[in-house]
């Protein structure tokens, strides 16, 4: 048996189990059940310079996850975009004791596989390594985090690679294109609007004076959150954490972006025209932030619409009209706002205005009848199942804990996200589909081929 298939069959148990004790809690009155959640087991240390370390060991495999959470995204960026982006690069750019890429190169040497991304919200590293090897990753963290370069040689270099990157995942990418196109149009006044990586201008104009004071303003100690999972021993590598971590400076006040979106009072529409062979067609509404209680009725409803292929969507405009070759909806949590997008690309010679009529003819008929009652337990044991499948690994757990704590300060207990889920009902569907899908809600942008010229 493959070690995929040893993870899902542990997976499929641990969520019969939970759902077992979910659903008889409920029958006696919806008491949270007892049952083993790793992250009961989270021990939580703030150093003395405001530097939150969660620590979970588990030594049922050899590895390590080490990561730090940086409480800085694009929604903080003010100035110049792209910043907090180019700052995921720059922190591999070498620094006052190590040449460019010595950090990366010394941990693959041992085998170790680390990376690190940025989003909306947060900005975050991490490395997965064997146990011996964890002393030398929180030494290296160290390092960058007290002494990196900040640089008009390490500018020039990273600069040019998140334009490349960005011309290759945005600007040559229809589904990217389409994408920061919508968020620019959902978005009026809160930064989400901008994209993650940038707007191509303020990359080629931003110089070392702005990314000297980004860095300075945010990565300090206490809007730091190191997150450790895996086989290590918590005593030593706190001690190791306060030798090298514990120096970190601290920052009394750090900057945080005051917008906020206003009320949308009618619906928005824009054309992007692409070199596309096929229109696609994207939508959007306004939706709350992660953890409002509609937030699992939301998922509850965006699964139905399109998980899998006898989801509404899917079943409507795939197989029964042949109008698209996919059709999806989703519901994205951040912690200041949320979205509600969805996506289908049409089939060559379909007209869009024919799939938008029909894509809205599905809504429709969610906001004026709930779910049928197979539908609803259907999407709620999709969810759980991601929701367990999801806590496989070192890795994962960790990515819980960091990002809990930031949204919410705790980390939240999987009973108690499971049981959320169960007492979503078939009316809290249509509720939600009334509340947040309504027209004058309703952000649409229709890309299509640019017409010849004369035409």
């Known amino acids: 048996m493959t070690w995929w298939g040893r993870r899902g069959r542990t997976a499929l148990w641990a969520l019969a189990l939970v759902l077992g004790q979910v659903q008889a809690a409920a029958a006696d009155g919806g008491a949270t059940p007892e049952f083993e959640d790793p992250a009961a087991r989270l021990q ?38 792209g910043l907090a982006h180019l700052f995921e690069h720059m922190m591999f750019r070498g620094s006052k004791h190590l040449e460019p890429e010595a950090h990366q190169r010394l941990l693959e040497q041992r085998g170790a596989r680390l990376n690190a991304f940025t989003s909306r919200d947060v900005t975050v590293y991490f490395a997965d390594v064997t146990r011996e090897n964890l002393p030398l990753v929180i030494e290296l963290e160290a390092e960058r985090l007290r002494f990196l370069d900040v640089g008009e040689d390490s500018l020039k270099s990273e600069r040019q690679v998140v334009i490349e990157e ?19 149009l959902v978005f009026q006044a809160h930064p989400y609007r901008v994209p993650t990586i940038g707007w191509r201008s303020d990359l080629e104009k931003m110089g070392v004076p702005e990314c000297r004071e980004f860095f300075d303003q945010y990565y300090a100690a206490n809007n730091l959150v190191v997150s450790v999972v895996g086989d290590f021993d918590t005593r030593e590598t706190l001690e190791q954490i306060r030798r090298h971590l514990g120096p970190l400076r601290t920052r009394e006040n750090v ?35 992660t953890g409002h209680a509609d937030g699992e009725a939301l998922d509850v409803m965006s699964t139905i619409l399109s998980s899998g292929r006898t989801s509404r969507l899917y ?22 706002a949320g979205v509600l997008y969805a996506f289908s690309s049409l089939r060559p010679g379909v007209s869009i205005d024919q799939a938008e009529a029909v894509f809205l003819e599905e809504l429709e008929r969610l906001r004026r009848e709930p779910p049928t009652p197979e539908e609803l337990e259907k999407a709620k044991r999709r969810l759980e199942v991601g929701l367990i499948d999801g806590q ?64």
Do not use: C
């Open 392 to 455: 496989g690994t070192s890795h994962a757990i960790a990515s819980r804990l960091g990002r809990d704590w930031l949204a919410f300060g705790r980390v939240r207990p999987l009973a108690e996200r499971l049981a959320a889920i169960q007492r979503v009902t078939r009316e809290d569907v249509r509720r939600v589909a009334q509340t947040y899908l309504q027209a004058a809600k309703r952000t649409v942008l229709h890309m299509v081929p640019a017409p010849e010229e004369g035409s």
């Open 315 to 336: 079943r409507r405009m795939v197989h029964e009209e042949p109008l698209a070759l996919g059709a999806s909806a989703s519901y994205w949590e951040l912690e200041r």
């Open 255 to 289: 900057p945080r972006n005051p917008q906020t979106e206003p009320e949308q009072r009618g619906e928005r529409r824009a054309v992007v025209h692409y070199d596309v062979r096929a229109p696609i067609l994207a939508m959007a509404w306004h939706a709350p932030p």
């Open 166 to 184: 960005r011309r290759l995942r945005t600007e040559d990418n229809p589904e990217g294109r389409l994408f920061e196109q919508l968020m620019a």
């Open 44 to 81: 939580s240390t703030e150093l003395d310079n405001g530097l939150v370390v969660l620590t979970l060991e588990d030594h049922s495999t050899p590895v390590v996850s080490f990561q730090i959470w940086v409480d800085v995204g694009s929604g903080d960026e003010a100035r110049f975009t």
